[in-house]
């Protein structure tokens, strides 16, 4: 078992441009999120799924868009990328939101 | 107020030390409570369950007082391992809020 893949590992993109975050897990889980950690603000929840088809918004939500239509893959979109969204995203997966199983992390900045 | 609040440390303590990790959280409808750990520039993983009975696997012990709002872990006989910073996890309603993290450092 892979566990939850993420791609890219790092990223630079400029203001205004528009990229997608990958994340897939191979264990099957019904319930995946996203997730952004800042210096000294622990991570917060950008968006979550509990099954393919199914979204709802998390703590911070603005700029982000997701969809999930396979169990495996929970792709994260950023609309135009703004400076404030300069840090590491973390996708996790859950059998039961409970125990997350989180993928290695993207870097991102944002010039 | 901070959902979930701890304190952010650097915790040096030497080899063999035992020490305590605090947290607060402020919603007293939670649900269910975790401590995570988080290598430096790794993804967190779940340390453990907190239970109001209290816990115990080997060298960790958790505790949750739901009266107080309060969730600790204790580490016993630290090794250069336990290193890392600690996250204190609180679930409502299949949200997880994290605290912002306890950063143990062990030194031999």
Redesign the interface.
Known sequence: NAGVTQTPKFQVLKTGQSMTLQCAQDMNHEYMSWYRQDPGMGLRLIHYSVGAGITDQGEVPNGYNVSRSTTEDFPLRLLSAAPSQTSVYFCASSPDSYEQYFGPGTRLTVT | RKE?EQD?GPFNVPEGATVAFNCTYSNSASQ?F?WYRQDCR?????LM?VYSSGNEDGRFTAQLNRASQYISLLIRDSKLSDSATY?CVV?MW????????TQLTVLP
Do not use: A, C, M
Not at chain 2, 42 to 46: I, Q, S
């Open positions: 979930v952010p269910s975790f790794k993804e967190p993983k779940l369950s996250l679930n299949r949200q997880l809020t994290f605290g912002s993290g």
